[in-house]
């Protein structure tokens, strides 16, 4: 087989570019993690979905690969410009926890849905607050030729770096209306290194610094943690697109100002910056800031599987919008019943271990190499599984490359498991399964009376008994 070459929409060049690690041996790959102040909505989810396809797609073709994805437990504003009240501190004073506290659960609660949603854990969870000493010493060697102090802290000064913002390529005056003025700032769009905590402010999180008490900027973090585990030139950066305008652009300043190359295009310490596009929810629960919003948990409370929210994130490019509606993810549903179903057929009737066919690895390569297009892939997938002149065990053997570039988990995953249980439901699995064996039992002896009333005693329940059926699921709540 031929590979198909991987090509990749760079977001500072805005347009597809053929991708050559640095080194073979190693792809090095960094992703912009969580704030980690509150649960993360089903939006957010996308963007570490997204970042597992590539780290899939990397290692299938034959890649190591090295990830990292950082913790932000200090730092981030309320606002990703410079403004507002500290996100973990306000989240600590609400719920009347520590900052600690709340970075440990939120932590928990992020690596539970990571692992829910068949993401591949990364090589580091590189934590903010363990590296406050290597973030200080970046404000150091940069503040010289590219910084100032003000009262309120260290600031980055954006216009000894050339060509600042090209990543976000905005005109200026939409960039400034975004930022909320700090007293004594050279320039709108400039940025804190070091916040110097105000006389009198009790701050949970504080260190001693040359600029004064106080904690590092969010944007420092992502440079520091990035050129300590993979160098100071490694090959891609992803993120949502929301960090394309203001987070991206200020690592990339530091970056070039930490190199001493200012104004090298060339160098913005990622090759490729990646950026996925928002998932829309028209009912606007998208956002924490209306205090009820969607996370994962609200899905599987509602009876739907972790792994449909991946295929509906599956179904639509990186790059383009995705909306979200409860009618998408239960069609989602409905077509993760239907590959379940076709693999477990497969899986009954295969004999021995098959041999993967080429044709069917070649379209999966070609599609997923062009910009990740998983939506062109999942067709691939539907015509293998529905090959029947391919025997039963080499469709198995082939689905294994599917599952490993998709991550859904359909060699193993079984139509029991899809049986998700929505919270309000009020009846065990248990009995749910004992009364529909009384109700076959019962029709199978044609007392049809009693058929009639246990189903009507499960509908009772809030079950449907779901006979006649095409995908053969018994019920579903």
């Not at 050129?227 to 929301?242: S, V």
Request: proline share 5%; net charge negative; charged share 25%.
């Amino acid at each position: 087989m031929t590979a198909a070459r991987l090509q990749l929409h760079n977001s500072l060049s805005r347009r597809l570019e053929p991708f050559e690690p640095i080194d073979p041996a190693n792809v090095r790959v960094y992703t912009c993690g969580p704030t980690v102040y509150n649960y993360q909505h089903i939006g957010n989810m996308r963007a570490f979905l997204f970042a597992d396809t590539l780290g899939r797609t990397l290692r299938w073709k034959g890649w190591p690969t090295t990830h990292i994805i950082n913790i932000t437990d200090v730092g981030h504003l309320t606002s990703d410009a410079d403004a507002g009240d500290d996100k973990m501190e306000k989240a600590a004073a609400r719920a009347g926890k520590s900052i600690w506290e709340i970075a440990a659960y939120y932590t928990d609660v992020f690596k539970h849905d990571v692992a829910r949603l068949n993401i591949a854990p990364p090589a580091r969870w590189a934590v903010a607050t363990d590296h406050i000493a290597e973030m200080i010493a970046f404000g150091e060697a940069i503040e010289a030729n590219h910084c100032y102090r003000l009262d309120s802290g260290l600031y980055f000064d954006t216009s000894t770096v050339p060509d600042y913002g090209r990543l976000a390529r905005s005109a200026a005056d939409d960039v400034e209306s975004r930022i909320e003025p700090v007293a004594g700032k050279r320039h709108p769009q400039d940025f804190a290194i070091w916040r110097t905590s105000a006389p009198g402010e009790n701050r949970q999180m504080e260190w001693d610094s040359p600029w004064g008490r106080g904690a590092p900027g969010w944007h420092l973090e992502c440079s520091v943690m990035s050129q300590k585990y993979l160098g100071e030139r490694f090959d891609i950066h992803t993120g949502g697109i929301d960090h394309r305008e203001i987070h991206h652009p200020n690592e990339i300043a530091q970056n070039q100002a930490h190199c001493a190359c200012p104004g090298d295009r060339d160098y913005t310490g990622a090759r490729f910056w990646l950026h996925n596009n928002f998932l829309v929810d028209r009912t606007g629960k998208m956002s924490k800031s209306s205090g009820e919003f969607l996370t994962l948990q609200v899905l599987i409370d509602h009876g739907f599987h972790p792994l449909s929210y991946r295929l509906l994130c599956l179904q639509a490019q990186y790059r383009s919008e995705l909306e979200f509606s409860w009618e998408n993810l239960a069609a989602a549903q409905i077509r993760l019943k239907r590959l379940v179903q076709g693999v477990e057929r497969l899986r009954e009737r295969a004999e021995a271990p098959g041999t993967a066919p080429a044709a069917y690895r070649d379209q999966l390569d070609a599609a997923i190499s062009d910009d990740l297009n998983t939506p062109r892939a999942l067709p691939v997938l539907d015509a293998l599984l529905a090959d029947k002149k391919l025997s039963p065990a080499d469709r198995l053997a082939a689905l294994a490359d599917f599952d490993a570039v998709l991550g859904l988990r359909l060699a193993t995953l079984t139509r029991a498991d899809l049986r998700t249980r929505p919270a309000a439901a009020g009846i065990a699995e248990a009995d749910i399964e004992r009364r529909l064996a009384e109700r076959l039992d019962a029709r199978g002896q044609k007392d049809f009376a009693r058929s009639d009333a246990l189903r009507d005693e499960l509908a009772a329940a809030g079950v449907e008994v779901m006979d006649g059926d095409p995908l053969g699921w018994d019920w579903k709540l």
